[in-house]
C-alpha cells in the first residue's frame, strides 16, 4: 500500500515527512536534538526543506510509519483501509486516518490534471473541498500499490513488472456501504514495441504514480456534482496493462532487454480481492464501470468481478463509452476486427471474455464473445450503457472516418450513420427488462467528466438523472436515446472547433 503521512517519534521530535512506497520491515529513524550554532540550524532547514520538496514532488509515493519509525512492506494483517473513526476537523484539510494500529496524518493536496489517449481520466479544480457536513474527510482519492509480495503471489504485473495499483476514497455517512468500482481507461497497445513503448509511462507502470486524485463524474464526491452517489466509496483501477484488464500470458514477452507482462486480468482479480479486504466485501450495493478501454473491460469481465463478490451484493454494471462494435469500416473492411484479434492473441486474451456467452456459441465463433454489443444479454447483472451515438474515438478506430458526423459526406456518412443506427440497434433489441441506457448523437468520448455528467441532456434528463433515476429504480422509462441524426443542442454547446478526429484507441 502507499500512503502519505507524517508522525511523531517516542521522544516528541518530528520526523521529516517523505513519500515513497512501504514494505513492512520497520526500520529505526529519529531525530536527535543537538547544540548546532544558529548557523547551522539554519543550514539544517534549509537542507530539510529542499529534502521535503525532492520526496513530496519528485518521488510520488507515500510512507505509512508508527511511533517508532518507519514501516517498509505491507502487513496483510492489517485491514485497508479503514477510515472509519475519525472526524476531519482540521482547517488545513488533513486526513486523520488508522490502518490497525497505525496512525498517520494525510495532508490532502490537489491533484494533477493527466490527460491518456486524448481523454481527461482526472482533474482539478478550486472547489475541492466538498461543503456538505455529512463529507467530513478529503474528497482526494489516495493510492494504494500492491506490495511485491502479493504481486508475486498472483502473478500481477503492469506492463513493466511493477505491482498493480487503486486510488480509494472512503464513503461516508449512508454510503459507507455503498462502493463505485471503476476501471480507468487510456487505449491499448497493439504490439510489443507499442507495449514497450507504454510501459514507461502510467499507462504500463505503478512506479510514477500521483500520489492523489480528484475524481469526477460518478465518482465525485461533490453534492451539486453527484447527489445520488456522492457518499459512496470510490475505487478508480489503475489501468497499467494495455489491453482492457483481459491479459492473461503466463510467460514474458523480451524486448530491448525488458521483460513486458500481459497479465490485465490477474490484476483485475487482485485488485478486487484486496478491496473485498478493504471493505468491499461487506458492500450492500456495488455499481460496476469504467470509460474507454475501462468501459470494455467492464463488459468483457464483469462476470468475473461479480463472481468474486458476496452473493448477497447488489451489483450494477455502467460501462462509459465502450461500444466498441465489429463493424465494417466505410470501405467495407472489418479492419478493426483485425487488429483486435492480433492483440487478442499477443496477450492470451480469449479465455477473459463473458463465460456465458463464450459457452452459448459454437468454438469458431467465441471470439465474438470480446464485443460489448454481443455481451449485452449475458452480463449477470442489470446493465446501463453510457455512450456517444457519434463516439469520436470509434469512429476512427472502427469505421476509419476522420470527418466531424456534421461535415462528413458519401461513403465517410454512410460509415458515420451505420455505427449510429447499429448502437440503436443494441439499445432496442438487446437490452432486458431492468436494463437502461443513455445514448447521446454528440461527437466525444467519456462520460466521466464533471460537464458532461451534470449538462448532457436526452429527454429532459441529465446523465446523472438517467443513472440515478435507473439505479434506484425512480421510473420504469430508463432507455434515454436520441433517435434522429442531429446533434444534441446541449452537446453541441461544447464542441470543439476541431474538424478531424485525432484520437485513437489503439497506440
Not at 543537538?34 to 514532488?57: C, D, E, G, K, P
Not at 459507507?176 to 481507461?185: A, D, I, M, N, Y
Not at 465474438?368 to 455512450?387: A, G, M, R
Not at 455505427?419 to 445514448?439: C, H, I, W
Amino acid at each position: 500500500m502507499t500512503i502519505m503521512g507524517s508522525s511523531k517519534m517516542a521522544d516528541g521530535d518530528d520526523v521529516v515527512p517523505l513519500i515513497h512506497q512501504t514494505n513492512g520491515k520497520p526500520c529505526t529513524l529519529g531525530v536527535r536534538k543537538r547544540n548546532f550554532s544558529l548557523s547551522v540550524i539554519f543550514s539544517v532547514l534549509l537542507l530539510s526543506a529542499a529534502v521535503y520538496f525532492v520526496a513530496q514532488v519528485v518521488f510520488p509515493y507515500a510512507i505509512v510509519r508508527s511511533e517508532h519509525g518507519e514501516y517498509h512492506n505491507y502487513n496483510p494483517n492489517f485491514k485497508l483501509p479503514t477510515w472509519l473513526d475519525h472526524d476531519n476537523d482540521d482547517t488545513n484539510n488533513k486526513l486523520m486516518t488508522t490502518i490497525g494500529s497505525v496512525q498517520e496524518e494525510v495532508s490532502a493536496t490537489q491533484a494533477v490534471q493527466v490527460k491518456l489517449e486524448g481523454e481527461v481520466v482526472v482533474g482539478t479544480d478550486n472547489n475541492n473541498v466538498n461543503s456538505n457536513p455529512e463529507v467530513k474527510k478529503s474528497t482526494d482519492a489516495h493510492l494504494y500499490v500492491l506490495s511485491k509480495e502479493e504481486a508475486d503471489k498472483t502473478g500481477a504485473y503492469c506492463l513493466d513488472g511493477s505491482p498493480p495499483a487503486f486510488y480509494f476514497r472512503k464513503g461516508s455517512g449512508t454510503g459507507q456501504k455503498s462502493w463505485v468500482v471503476w476501471l480507468e481507461g487510456g487505449g491499448a497497445c497493439v504490439n510489443v514495441t507499442s507495449c514497450y513503448q507504454r510501459s514507461f509511462g502510467n499507462l504500463g507502470s505503478s512506479k510514477a504514480l500521483h500520489h492523489q486524485k480528484t475524481l469526477h463524474g460518478i465518482l465525485s464526491a461533490s453534492k451539486d456534482v453527484n447527489p445520488d452517489f456522492y457518499t459512496w466509496n470510490a475505487a478508480l483501477l489503475v489501468y497499467c496493462d494495455g489491453f482492457f484488464f483481459a491479459g492473461n500470458r503466463e510467460g514474458v514477452v523480451k524486448h530491448n532487454d525488458k521483460s513486458l507482462y500481459f497479465r490485465g486480468r490477474r490484476n483485475l482479480n487482485a485488485l478486487i480481492d484486496r478491496l473485498l479486504q478493504a471493505g468491499l466485501g461487506e458492500a450492500d450495493r456495488v455499481i460496476l464501470g469504467g470509460v474507454s478501454a475501462g468501459a470494455i473491460a467492464t463488459y468483457v469481465g464483469a462476470d468475473d468481478v461479480i463472481g468474486r463478490l458476496p452473493t448477497s451484493t447488489d451489483v450494477k454494471i455502467v460501462p462509459d463509452s465502450g461500444m466498441f462494435m465489429n463493424l465494417p469500416d466505410k470501405d467495407g473492411v472489418y479492419s478493426f476486427n483485425d487488429t483486435y484479434s492480433v492483440v487478442m492473441e499477443l496477450q492470451n486474451a480469449y479465455l477473459s471474455a463473458n463465460k456465458a456467452c463464450r459457452e452459448a456459441r459454437p468454438q469458431g465463433e467465441q471470439w465474438k464473445c470480446s464485443y460489448p454489443e454481443n455481451l449485452v444479454p449475458y452480463e449477470p447483472t442489470p446493465l446501463f450503457i453510457l455512450n456517444y451515438l457519434y463516439d469520436k474515438v470509434a469512429l476512427k478506430d472502427i469505421v476509419r472516418t476522420t470527418c466531424r458526423p456534421d461535415q462528413c459526406q458519401g461513403k465517410d456518412l454512410a460509415a458515420v450513420q451505420n455505427y449510429r443506427t447499429s448502437l440503436l440497434q443494441v439499445a432496442k433489441s438487446e437490452l432486458r427488462e431492468k436494463d437502461g441506457a443513455f445514448l447521446i448523437t454528440c461527437f466525444a468520448h467519456g462520460l466521466d467528466n464533471d460537464l458532461s455528467w451534470t449538462e448532457f441532456t436526452v429527454n429532459n434528463r441529465t446523465v446523472r438523472q438517467a443513472v440515478g433515476d435507473w439505479y434506484f429504480g425512480r421510473t420504469s422509462d430508463n432507455v434515454n436515446v436520441d433517435t434522429g441524426p442531429e446533434i444534441n443542442p446541449t452537446c453541441k454547446r461544447q464542441l470543439s472547433d476541431d474538424t478531424e478526429i485525432t484520437q485513437s484507441l489503439w497506440d
